[in-house]
Structures are given as structure tokens and as C-alpha cells.
Nanobody, 115 residues
Framework: QVQLVESGGGLVQPGGSLRLSCAVS????????MGWYRQAPGKERELVAQ???????TYVDFVKGRFTISRDIAKNTVYLQMNNLKSEDTAVYYC?????????WGQGTQVIVSS
């Protein structure tokens, strides 16, 4: 059973930073792609950033230059470094892992950006 456990969310002021972590049971190379998604109240879940097994990174426009996805292969952990946070970044952030056939999700971690 694949398990993804996110951590690192919290309350931060606008302009601040947070680093989210996603610990994966098993090797992250088991997955074609790992990503971070977010869901704000009343909105659909949306992709934020993703990294392939080969290390290619993709970001959506609204986080380019502010967020960085990375991984520590030895720790089977994927990170999302979030800088210059804005109020509109407030959401529950989810880690996901994808094979060709299945997608796995963590339980989410809350990020609140507010003064």
C-alpha cells in the first residue's frame, strides 16, 4: 500500500516562505511523476508543480519564480519550497504520485497566508 504523508503547512504572512514535505513509502522511482496540487475553499483541486522520474520539472504560471519542487531520493521525499507567498496561495496542498495506471494521494496539509 502506497502512503504519502505531507507536512510543513501552517500560517504565514504574505511575502513569507514555507517548505512542504511529502514522505513516500517505497522508492519515488516507482512513480512516473510526483506532483503537488492544491485546493482552495470552493474551488477545484489544481496542479501546482510536478517532477518526473527523470527529474524534469513543470510549474503552473501562477507559481513560476516563487515555488520550487525538488526531491531527496535517499529519503524518498519530495519538497515544495514556497517563497513570496500570497493570500491567494491559501489552500490545502496535496502530494500525489502517479504510475501509468494509478494515482496516489496524501491527506493534505493546510497553508494559510494571512496577515
Amino acid at each position: 500500500q502506497v502512503q504519502l504523508v505531507e507536512s510543513g503547512g501552517g500560517l504565514v504572512q504574505p511575502g513569507g516562505s514555507l517548505r512542504l514535505s511529502c514522505a513516500v513509502s517505497g522508492s519515488i522511482f516507482s512513480f512516473n511523476m510526483m506532483g503537488w496540487y492544491r485546493q482552495a475553499p470552493g474551488k477545484e483541486r489544481e496542479l501546482v508543480a510536478q517532477i518526473t522520474s527523470g527529474g524534469s520539472r513543470t510549474y503552473v504560471d501562477f507559481v513560476k519564480g516563487r515555488f520550487t519542487i525538488s526531491r531527496d531520493i535517499a529519503k524518498n521525499t519530495v519538497y515544495l519550497q514556497m517563497n513570496n507567498l500570497k493570500s491567494e496561495d491559501t489552500a490545502v496542498y496535496y502530494c500525489s504520485a502517479h504510475t501509468g495506471r494509478n494515482a496516489y494521494w496524501g491527506q493534505g496539509t493546510q497553508v494559510i497566508v494571512s496577515s
